[in-house]
């Protein structure tokens, strides 16, 4: 079969549809409330621009051609930005990592000098004229504060070694923040702290009023000056409890098995908001169905406001009744919505993206294959057993939800389908089954990828002969481990991919440098855990090619993980291929860059399951046939 024999979605149409709206805030003004919101630009660069919907409902870029609202703390980045009154903006800028402010029209100004400093997760504290930051330097994070006239950095906490969350109580007389020491992950533990703030704005001791080593707090926010709601999860799923200060009992506000938090992989992310009369605007559910709802928490009602949206993201902002999410469908994608608290009504106010004809979208089933949660998508064009790609999710700790995922329905309209797996270790199933991972990197992950292909194989849908699998990062790292430790699948593609687990705690950042003991085991003591799993020490093993992908400026996963991994492919008779993209970090943000690696992904399952390609350039895989 020629896979151009139907009408098929673009590389170029993947580009201009990749990513969404990362934070979201709702602000009121005599006039009605503004929106404002970071939207990515793959066609400027791949930059990040902060957007302004004024009241009449025009939209301006409130960032200047050339300034990328981002910044490197923790290398995933952290909340970037914040409204000023009166129309200004605080934010991180990705090419020197300082914080400026930009008044309306105006040019940005430096608030912090040169150097290796790096600022995020933003707040202003309601009466200070000030923006708070968590600032690291080197592997030393302290939260700040920032005069926004100008002037040195305040320290206002030195604490644990990761914080976040940092936040004033409404008498402005203490600060709250979430705070955790390595070896832990936030999904794993972190305290909920609170410290009387001086007349100077420092803070003194702290207490631990929520949270501990086997406990995750994700967010809290102040209800008054006396307690505090935190989503945290000492029942095993992440709900909101009103933690008291008086020492007194806390109390489960949404005692049941849905997630109301989420993986603080980027600091500054928000799933519940509090309305100024009382009442929480919550983003809750699991990946198969993510929710927008309002909570009343003198009586634990929960009144969903979803809508058909299958997916609410963790940016959830509340001003003057009016609720700001982002939500998206099978169908539609990342946009930004504005809910009414009394009345549910919706109202996208974010700008339209083009969209493929609805005809060329696959239409995805929530399905479990062996207790293993997945998202399947049919090929189009295609009777009996299929062409069939794992996608596998990045993390580990994360999940892949309900959205409308582009890039999927490229390779699903050209006859060839997608099963999303989250596998054990996924998060927004509850601890229980995200900690099925614990000291089991490479092996759960590896079973349960294996175990959806098989599943599929069983159930007449998909080829046992064409099944390939795909990832990146950590996706990348169970991409190349199934190709060695199993037996399942024709070939692989791997972006940004570890491929050895010792040498990756060696040489990446602080903030995972420790994150194998809890995925694989402490070193020196489990070595041999190590030794067994990893994909570079086992190549010659390898059940198929493997397409590498990676970008050249990867902080977090080097290139050098990539480049051993195809020389021990090359050493062993094993196909390859390796594609490296200056200019591109941890994951794809320039729209060459996404168009490049998705044409050289289908010239490659074109090979594996002998399948023309006609429309894209030609791929050559190295080694021997």
């Known amino acids: 079969m020629a896979i151009g024999e139907f009408m098929s979605i673009r590389p170029i149409d993947v580009a201009r549809t990749d990513g969404g709206p990362q934070w979201v805030e709702a602000v009121g003004t005599p006039s009605g409330v503004e929106v404002w919101w970071d939207e990515p630009r793959p066609h400027e660069g791949g930059r990040r621009c902060v957007v302004r919907r004024l009241p009449d409902g025009s939209l301006v870029d409130a960032l200047p051609d050339g300034w990328n609202a981002r910044n490197r703390l923790i290398e995933y980045g952290g909340r970037s930005w914040r409204p000023l009154p009166g129309g200004g903006l605080v934010f991180t800028n990705w090419a020197d990592q300082r914080l400026y402010r930009l008044e309306h029209g105006g040019t940005p100004r430096p608030l912090t000098e040169e150097g290796p400093a790096r600022y995020g997760d933003l ?9 708070w930051a968590v600032r690291e330097i080197d592997d030393v994070r302290d939260l700040v504060a920032v005069p926004l006239g100008g002037g040195r950095a305040r320290v206002i906490t030195k604490a644990q070694h990761f914080l976040m ?16 020491d390595h070896p832990n992950m936030p999904w794993d533990g972190t305290e909920l702290c609170v410290a009387p703030l ?24 102040w209800r008054d000056e006396t307690s505090l709601y935190a989503v945290t999860d000492p029942t095993g799923w992440w709900n909101v409890h009103l933690v008291p200060l008086d020492g007194s009992p806390g109390r489960n506000l949404t005692p049941v098995e849905q997630e109301f938090g989420h993986a603080a992989w980027k600091p500054g992310l928000t799933t519940i ?68 608290l009394a009345d549910g009504a919706h109202e996208v106010v974010s700008p339209p993206k083009p969209l493929p004809d609805r005809s060329l979208l696959p239409t995805p089933e929530a399905v479990a294959i062996d207790g293993v949660h997945a998202h399947l998508y049919a090929p189009a064009g295609v009777q009996g057993p299929a062409p069939y790609v794992i996608f596998v999710h990045g993390g580990p700790t994360g999940n892949l939800p309900v959205v409308l995922d582009l890039e999927i329905a490229y390779f699903t309209s050209r006859g060839i389908g997608a099963a999303v797996v989250n596998y054990g270790g996924s998060t927004g199933y509850g601890r229980a089954y995200r900690e099925r991972l614990r000291h089991e990197w490479g092996v759960v992950d590896v079973h349960d990828c294996a175990k959806v292909a098989r599943g599929l194989v069983e159930l007449g849908r998909a080829d046992a002969a064409k099944l390939a699998i795909r990832g990146g990062s950590a996706g990348g790292w169970t991409t190349v481990a199934a190709l060695v430790h199993s037996d399942v699948f024709a070939g692989g593609v791997a972006h940004y991919a570890i491929t050895d687990p010792e040498s990756w705690a060696a040489e990446t950042h602080d903030f995972e440098s420790r994150y194998l003991d809890g995925l694989v085991g402490p070193l020196p003591e489990t070595r041999q855990r190590y030794t067994e799993r990893s994909p570079l020490l086992n190549a010659s093993r390898a059940s198929g090619p493997c397409l590498m992908l990676h970008g050249l400026e990867d902080a977090i996963v080097d290139v050098g993980q990539a480049r051993r991994f195809v020389d021990e492919l090359d050493k062993h008779g094993r196909q390859w291929e390796l594609l490296t993209y200056p200019g591109e970090q941890h994951g794809w943000r320039r729209e060459e860059t996404i168009v490049a690696t998705l044409e050289a992904e289908l010239a490659f399952y074109g090979l594996i399951f002998d399948m023309e390609t006609p429309e894209v350039p030609p791929l050559t895989l190295k080694g021997r046939a």
């Open 123 to 131: 707040y202003l504290p309601p009466g200070r004229d000030e923006v």
């Open 273 to 340: 908001a509090v309305a100024p009369d009382g009442r929480l605007a919550v983003v809750y559910g699991t990946p198969d169905h993510r929710r927008l709802g309002v909570l009343e928490p003198e009586t634990g009602e929960l009144r969903e406001l979803g809508g058909d949206a299958t997916y609410w993201a963790s940016t959830v902002s509340v001003a003057d009744g009016t609720i700001a999410a982002v939500r998206a469908t099978p169908y539609t994608p990342l946009e930004v919505t504005l809910v009414g």
């Open 198 to 221: 001086s007349a100077e704005g420092t803070a003194g001791p702290y207490e631990v009023v929520a949270g501990g080593p086997q406990e995750s707090v994700s967010q809290a926010e």
């Open 165 to 180: 969350n940092p936040r004033i109580s409404p008498d402005g007389r203490k600060v709250a923040w979430i705070g955790y």
